[in-house]
């Protein structure tokens, strides 16, 4: 079997792997879609080492091989990846504060024992069992290959208060910024501004609900942006994962008011403290979800309130999975490309 690798810059290899087999923590799940995350692009354009196992963290699929050990997933069941429960006796877990479980955080960073041999560009995959979701059934499989990363913007909002009537800009309409406006636009969000310099992009914003999209290399965007915030932003999330980015969310936010980080930088971000410490800002940031985090995502989605076939803009076979990642970052109209290992190309 072979599974698609992040193996130096802007490099992708197709590598061998042994067959998955169940065992008492894994289950076999054969995989329909992976989204290609922001995550795995970032890798393949820095050529920094990444993780074998979180190399595709965006997928659904089919148990084929049950574990061996009972844990409530039977042969033909459809999943998608997540993360575990709280084990309630690490370090975090005896304190308290079961939201930063170390074990769930090792699970999901794929470190701990019982971590996949490779990501989920793949046709199938021996997965921990703990970390498996049931897949509501009337979500399309490009639907479900999506939760994972509506499961993040939903744990970024939560993580962030938003109140009814708040006004709320979103920084950056890639996947994760767009899922995240629709979920502080279900918060209770008033005023939505979203900042994205392309086009399509822009529209994908309009039809979620946003009520200016504004592009920042446009000539007036400078007094626009200055007419939208001048009675204040109540919220800014940082979801473009730009250096730059990060001061300009506490410039655009009112004194007193709350910036989520939720995009990953790729650099050292230059700040001006004096500037957060008048503001008096509350800073959040966010990083993957919690397990209730899914069960949440999993809702809004089954029930039409969060918008995820809109986002899946190609699909291409595994054999063509090289253009695809170069082509997801040369071309920003891409918005979320699927994988579909079953098809040959």
Not at 57 to 78: F, I, L, M, P, Q
Not at 96 to 105: Q, S
Not at 217 to 225: I, R, V
Request: charged share 20%.
């Amino acid at each position: 079997m072979q599974a698609a690798l992040v193996t130096g810059k802007e490099t992708l290899e197709l590598v061998e792997m042994p067959d998955p087999s169940p065992s008492s923590h894994h289950t076999v799940v054969d995989i329909s879609y992976c989204g290609i995350c922001g995550t795995d692009l970032h890798a393949y354009l820095s050529g920094e080492p990444y993780n074998p196992s979180i190399c595709g963290h965006e997928w659904v699929g089919h148990v084929s091989a049950e574990a061996t050990a009972n844990h409530g997933y039977k042969e033909g069941d459809r999943v998608a990846i997540g993360v575990g429960t709280a084990c309630g006796t690490c370090a975090s877990c005896a304190r308290g504060d079961a939201a930063h479980c170390e074990v769930v955080f090792a699970g999901a960073a794929g470190r701990d024992e019982h971590a996949a041999q490779h990501g989920g560009f793949a046709s199938s995959i021996a997965f921990p069992t703990t970390r498996l979701y049931h897949v509501p059934h009337h979500l399309s499989d490009e639907e479900a290959s999506i939760l994972e990363p509506a499961t993040v913007a939903v744990h970024a909002v939560r993580r962030t208060t938003v109140n009814l009537g708040d006004s709320v800009l979103v920084i950056g309409g890639g996947p994760i910024g767009l899922l995240v406006a629709q979920c502080a636009k279900l918060s209770g969000a008033g005023k939505m501004i979203v900042v994205e310099p392309e086009s399509g992009r822009r529209e994908l914003a309009a039809s979620f609900g946003a009520d200016l999209i504004l592009d920042p290399g446009a000539t007036a965007f400078p007094d626009q942006l200055a007419s939208a915030t001048q009675a204040g932003i109540d919220v800014v999330f940082e979801c473009a994962g730009i250096a730059t980015t990060v001061q300009q969310s506490v410039d655009w936010v009112r004194r007193g008011g709350r910036v989520s980080l939720v995009g990953v930088a790729n650099g050292p971000a230059t700040i001006i403290p004096a500037l957060w410490l008048v503001k008096e800002i509350k800073l959040t940031t966010s990083l993957a979800y919690l397990r209730e985090d899914f069960e949440i995502a999993k809702g809004l989605a089954a029930d039409g309130s969060l918008n995820l076939s809109a986002l899946h803009t190609s699909t291409v076979p595994l054999s063509e999975i090289q253009g695809a990642f170069a082509k997801l970052a040369r071309e920003p109209s891409e918005v979320k490309i699927l994988v579909d290992p079953r098809t040959s190309g």
